[in-house]
């Protein structure tokens, strides 16, 4: 892979790994970023991780081929919109939000006149956030979708794939609409049990918790801002999951009797299996992955 | 802490830890165990965890002072039917169950004629099962609830506590109804909650999923036996768990619009600092805690 200028737009832990990851894995890149607050930038230079740092996003993707905005959810679809006017002829832009419709359709709609935008999620992160927290080898192992439409050129598409490769994850194809369908039951929704979870317990209840109560809870420590705007633009799907789950909720609650006991057995050995079965496969089949928080 | 002989009624993980950390904290206690198959006798044996194994529980119980019960929940009460009546005068039993209104209920009625009942419940563990995976620190710096109620005796409830101590343990005492009402909402909730996440996933989303919800999800790995044991017999608490959380997830999905966007911030963040606030009272407060599963 070779880019030769990287705009990373928004120096948190992704936007920092990122940098980081380049630094040891593209040779020649020079890295130019945008981040909010000049701490921000003075850190991400100490850390050698950018070459060049501007709190304005224009000023920071001149003359870049390949732009990554790395912002929160929220942020990404109006710096989208002040960037597409600036971007070089023929520079491809993406993203690293955990929501893909609405991105990518603000992404097809700014960048579309002068570059082109692809969506990406890369599937790695952790609770802790900021760039002192960046790693180069965050995305290791890591899978990273992207979110191709029919309005996506595919030349953009393999350049942004590559891109992913070359600082080691594995690409896996899907569109915006089946991204948040599914994430919305497999990341979105159980956040915000787990915040259900914490929320509905008496102080004194929590003072016995064990570390079961603490790993099932553990993501709901994770930054109210970033997940009331994942939430919020994936609302249908995660209300779609919410009535799923409380449908489960029901018919457990139905299983709950001394006469049903085999059934209910039934029932949780097959949730025991099943996630047995997922402990297994992800050992198998991602040796190395770098999960999502 | 001096115990001449000891008796082991069930010998999986708690069982055959208990009986470990014994032989490595109490001097010249000879430890009496009884399990239904032979080949978990025999593994016993050679683990140097017991002194004599016997597959009729009665004959484990003849001459102990101390009697611990460590089957799976629904096997608890019927084995103390079994042996109330050839108890040693004065010995005193406990368990070692995950829910205990109901086993205080029976340990008082079958033991109460010729010795004493005082129910436990060791808050340590793992989903690993049976003792193959028996540790002799198990214990170690855990919380361990007994639950007296006022037909205890007095003297067999600081015998017992005593003992948890010796195996490093912190007491606290706390009744059958508390235990039974805190625990349903902080552990045996969780647990079915866990199983619900796993249970309504499509097959295409497990594959999509992250360390999150893994870690999420862990607990519901877990024997479906013995969680249905606990459910049953907890359930009316458990049903009052579920009627809360459903509310709470139906106030989220209320809070699940644009111009909720603050509210739901709060509500967000309320969660992520009361789980934050747990992660530091748990390292604080329950140094080397191993905590319940």
Redesign the interface.
């Known amino acids: 892979m070779h880019v030769q200028r990287l705009s990373i737009l928004g120096l948190g832990l992704l936007g920092g790994s990122i940098a980081l990851a380049v630094k040891n894995r593209i040779k020649d890149c020079k890295i130019i970023a945008y981040a909010h607050r000049r701490e921000t930038l003075n850190a991400a230079r100490e850390l050698g991780a950018i070459d060049e740092g501007y709190d304005q996003p224009q000023a920071a993707v001149r003359g870049a081929e390949l732009v990554i905005l790395c912002t929160p959810v929220s942020m990404i679809s109006p710096l989208l919109e002040q960037i597409g006017p600036v971007l070089e002829d023929g520079a491809v832009a993406t993203d690293v939000g955990s929501t893909k419709r609405s991105i990518v359709a603000a992404g097809e709609k700014a960048c579309s006149s002068r570059g082109h935008f692809v969506g990406s999620h890369p ?1 790695a992160g952790s609770e802790k956030r900021g760039i002192r927290h960046a790693r180069a080898d965050l995305f290791e192992g890591a ?1 990273c ?1 992207t979110t191709p439409t029919e309005r996506t050129d595919p030349a953009a598409l393999g350049k942004v794939e590559k891109f992913w490769e070359t600082l080691g994850m594995r690409v896996r194809r899907i569109s915006p609409e ?1 991204h948040d369908r ?2 919305a ?3 979105h ?14 102080p ?3 003072g ?18 970033l ?2 705007d994942i ?2 633009d994936n ?1 249908d799907n ?2 779609m ?2 009535q ?3 449908q ?3 018919g ?2 139905g299983l ?3 006469d049903r ?1 085999d059934e ?9 299996q ?3 079965r ?2 297994s496969e ?1 050992i198998s089949n991602r040796e190395g992955f770098t ?3």
Chains 1, 2 share one sequence.
């Open positions: 599937m899978v979708m089946d599914l994430l039951d497999v990341s929704l159980p956040h915000a049990v787990a915040a259900a979870l914490v929320s509905m317990q008496d004194e209840a929590l016995l918790c064990g570390k079961g109560f603490l790993d099932m809870t553990r993501i709901a420590g994770g930054e109210a801002g997940w009331r939430l919020l609302r995660v209300r999951g919410i799923k789950l409380i489960m909720l029901g457990l609650n709950l009797e001394p006991a209910l057995s039934r029932w949780l050995d097959a949730a025991a099943q996630r047995q997922l402990s992800v999960p999502s928080p």
